[in-house]
T-cell receptor
């Protein structure tokens, strides 16, 4: 029973390049969430998706960031024209429902370093 | 302003000691989760509490949700080096699926 999978685990990009982060939710989970963890800060919500739908992207910067969760395949968080301030750990979580108990299970994260 | 305040921020103790860490807020949460995160890894869910006054036990760990659902505590009995890690609390407001995280308590248990 595999947990949430993320790849790559580490990603190095130069300023101006694109970063693509992938997340495969736990089996049976149709709700995916992306969070960002900056040094010295807690995890911050970015976006919530269900299959083929973005439900809430209120925590995601309006420029350069986008997310998708296609019918087939993993969820993708895409950062265009990366800047040094994008360096952080990006975590994906999944849940079977979005109910009040709202238990979210996290993947190991992708550590993005922008040079 | 941090919605969820965790204290202490750092805690270093000897193996065998007991400890309590706290998670406080002025907001009411519909549910609250505790996670443990190790360096280079993602948060691992330990427990979810949903009812005011609820107490849950997980081996040597005891979790309590405040009566007003604004605060929570985690008590560890006879701490072991394997308990070392960053303990995070996270709450959901109303039916909101967004988890709000505290900054965590970094626990070090020395052998």
């Amino acid at each position: 029973n595999a947990g949430v999978m993320q790849n790559p685990r580490h990603l190095v990009r130069r300023r101006g390049q694109e970063a693509r982060l992938r997340c495969s939710p736990m089996k049976g989970h149709s709700h995916v969430y992306w969070y960002r963890q900056l040094p010295e800060e807690g995890l911050k919500f970015m976006v919530y998706l269900q299959k083929e739908n973005i439900i809430d992207e209120s925590g995601m910067p309006k420029e350069r960031f986008s997310a998708e969760f296609p019918k087939e395949g993993p969820s993708i968080l895409r950062i265009q024209q990366v800047v040094r301030g994008d360096s952080a750990a990006y975590f994906c979580a999944s849940s079977p429902t979005s109910g009040s108990k709202n238990e979210q299970f996290f993947g190991p994260g992708t550590r993005l370093t922008v040079l | 302003t941090q919605l969820l305040e965790q204290s202490p921020q750092f805690l270093s103790i000897q193996e065998g000691e007991n400890l309590t860490v706290y998670c406080n807020s002025s907001s009411v949460f519909s549910s609250l989760q505790w996670y443990r995160q190790e360096p280079g890894e993602g948060p691992v869910l330990l427990v979810t509490v949903v009812t005011g006054g609820e107490v849950k036990k997980l081996k040597r760990l005891t979790f309590q949700f405040g009566d007003a659902r604004k605060d929570s505590s985690l008590h560890i009995t006879a701490a072991q080096p394997g308990d070392t890690g960053l303990y995070l609390c996270a709450g959901a407001l109303g039916s909101n699926y967004k988890l709000t995280f505290g900054k965590g308590t970094l626990l070090t248990v020395n052998p």
